[in-house]
């Protein structure tokens, strides 16, 4: 279903004047593209749910801080970008420290047939690094992040990243390009360079 994004600039509006029905209204139009984002973000239908309440109360709190109305749509994106980012972070954290206490020699992010499964000392470093590059792609501009977590964490296709973000696959393949480039850059200087692949 395409947006309008004039009617919603409109919505927007009454609910920055405390229009309770318009704000019903912009969630109504609004939602179902936000549940699908969030939920091919973390993979979890219940989990989606939770980012979705937090992120439409977050925007009920502060809406009337967005001073342009038709920026509306790219505003709710990117609160609930963060939203999954952030969960999506805590998430690697916490599987991560759970497959160190139960002594599993695989993070979540590993593949079976990595070599050093067995070692736990490759095990710990491996950890390490995906904690690093965690912290790396967060320091870069959300519109560079997302799509790079979107392909490279969620295993989503340049199509389905192009489609939830409204942008074309050349704009998501160059921005995916240089959030690569950044991150590479802001790695190298770490433990004798990381290479994002």
Known sequence: MELDYEYLAQLVRKTQKGDSDAFAELYTATYQKQYRFAYQYVKDPYLAQDILQDVYILVLKNIRTLKNPRLFVSWLH???????????KRKQIQEAELSQDNGSNLSPMESTSDNGANDPEKHVLKQDTQIQIMNAIQTLPPHLAQPLIMRYYNNMSIDDISDAMDLSRSTIKRRIQQARKMLESSLSSEKGGIHFE
């Open 78 to 88: 990117q609160i609930t970008f963060r939203i999954c980012f952030d969960t999506f």
